[in-house]
C-alpha cells in the first residue's frame, strides 16, 4: 500500500480504499491480458489484492459499474495513481461547477453573482465532499442529471436522450429519469437514448470485449 494516507487507511484490522483507487486499479484490466474477464469475481479479487500488497483480503466489494465505465478509466489508468486522482478531481469539480450551473438555469434561478456561494456551499456539504475526496461519481451524476432535466425543460430531446443513454453508469437513476418521458410520449428523447446506449455497448464491446457485455446483465 505504497499510497499512504491518500488512498488507504485502516482501522484496527478494518481497510478503506478509497473509490477512485478501486477505479484506477480495476481499470488497468482494460490492458491486461484478462480484459475479457472484467466481472470474474476470482479475478477482481487477484486484482485487488495485488493493489494492497503486502496486505491481503479473502472478500472484496464486487464492482459492478458497466463495461463503459472501464472503457473511460482505461486512458486515467496510464497515468500514475496520484496524477490520475488530480486529474478525476479537477474534472469532478467542472462536472459539478456546470451541474449546478444547469439546475439553476432549469428552475430559473441562476445568477452570474451567487453561483460561486452556491458552488462552495454545496462543496462543504459533508456528504458531498466525501464524495469528491474519495473520487466517487456523485459529482458526474449531478451533471448528467443536471443536463437531463434542463435538457428536457428545454425541448432539447436529442441532448436529453444522450444524457438519459449516459446515465445507465448508474442504472437506477436511468429508470427514473425515463419515467416523465414516457409519461410525456417524448419518443424522440426515448429513441436517442436507446440510440447512446447502444453506441455505449458498442465501443465497450469492441474495446473491453463482448464477453464483458453479455456478462453484466448476470451481474446487475
Known amino acids: 500500500m505504497q499510497q499512504g494516507l491518500l488512498f488507504f487507511s485502516t482501522t484496527g484490522s478494518s ?51 458497466p463495461p463503459f465505465f472501464f472503457v473511460v478509466l482505461g486512458p486515467l489508468c496510464l497515468l500514475p495513481i496520484t496524477t490520475a486522482y488530480f486529474v478525476w478531481l479537477s474534472l469532478s469539480l467542472i462536472a459539478g461547477c456546470i451541474g449546478i450551473t444547469l439546475t439553476q438555469k432549469a428552475a430559473g ?35 448528467m442529471c443536471s443536463l437531463y432535466a434542463w435538457s428536457f425543460l428545454k425541448q432539447r430531446d436529442i441532448l436529453a436522450g444522450i444524457a438519459l443513454g449516459l446515465s445507465t453508469l ?40 463482448w464477453n464483458n457485455v453479455w456478462t453484466y446483465p448476470q451481474v446487475i
Open 15 to 65: 481497510l478503506t480504499v478509497s473509490d477512485f483507487a478501486w477505479f484506477h486499479y480495476f481499470g488497468k484490466i482494460v490492458f491486461s491480458e484478462l480484459n475479457n474477464c472484467i466481472y470474474d469475481p476470482t479475478i477482481q479479487l487477484q486484482w485487488f489484492n495485488q493493489m494492497i500488497s503486502p496486505g491481503k483480503v479473502e472478500h472484496i466489494l464486487f464492482l459492478q459499474y
Open 170 to 209: 448508474k442504472l437506477q437513476y436511468s429508470l427514473f429519469l425515463a419515467v416523465p418521458a414516457l409519461a410525456c410520449a417524448r419518443w424522440k428523447l426515448l429513441t436517442a437514448g436507446a440510440l447512446s446506449e447502444l453506441v455505449l455497448i458498442l465501443v465497450a464491446g469492441f474495446t473491453v470485449g
Open 109 to 143: 434561478l441562476y445568477h452570474r453573482q451567487s453561483f460561486w456561494f452556491i458552488v462552495l456551499g454545496t462543496a462543504a456539504f459533508f456528504p458531498a465532499w466525501l464524495n469528491f475526496r474519495f473520487g466517487q461519481l456523485g459529482w458526474f451524476v449531478l451533471l
